[in-house]
């Protein structure tokens, strides 16, 4: 089975804009939201499971372009059955509050905000990931690994809190 093929088709302009929202948002924040962050992440006192900072924009690139993915199948599977915004909500809160945590961590110096902010874009991750399983298995599959990272980031973010109050 293609990943990209839904009932036999591509909507190859649905399928585009639904990998470039998220990758060239994530871009756009990343250019906003984190100058400097690079040296500031340096400055900051690391957990020892802390990876390098050239680690975060490759992991992310790979993830927002299965979350696209993942969003292009289950819209495209929801629309015929008039689910569309049920599938949708879920997923849109959490792309908002993925964007939101970089200013809130790097731009804003909020750690601990930020923290809080993690834990209620995981809820909103899983509650995504399971809309999409509900109308498309594999649209839901493909969330499992951002799931798996944000659980990650959400630890990474309480030590970053701990260690630099």
């Not at 400097?36 to 690139?61: D, I, M």
């Not at 819209?75 to 049920?86: D, I, V, Y």
């Not at 990272?149 to 701990?162: D, E, H, M, P």
């Amino acid at each position: 089975m293609e990943v990209a093929s839904v009932n036999g088709r591509i909507h190859v302009k649905n399928l585009a804009v639904s990998i470039l929202v998220p990758v060239v948002g994530g871009s756009l924040v990343g250019a906003l939201a984190n100058r400097g962050t690079r040296e500031q992440y340096e400055r900051l006192k690391n957990p020892s499971f802390a990876p390098p900072g050239w680690v975060f924009p490759v992991v992310w690139t790979a993830l927002y372009k299965m979350m696209g993915v993942a969003k292009y199948r289950a819209q495209e599977t929801a629309k015929p059955l008039g689910r569309e915004r049920q599938v949708l909500a879920p997923y849109e809160l959490q792309l908002g509050l993925n964007f939101l945590w970089s200013f809130l961590f790097f731009k804003w110096g909020l750690r601990g905000t930020a923290l809080i902010e993690m834990a209620a874009l995981l809820g909103a991750v899983i509650w995504a990931a399971y809309e999409f399983y509900q109308i498309d298995q594999l649209a839901g599959v493909l969330m499992v690994p951002y799931i798996a990272w944000v659980a990650f980031a959400l630890g990474l973010n309480y030590s970053f809190w701990q260690l630099n109050k």
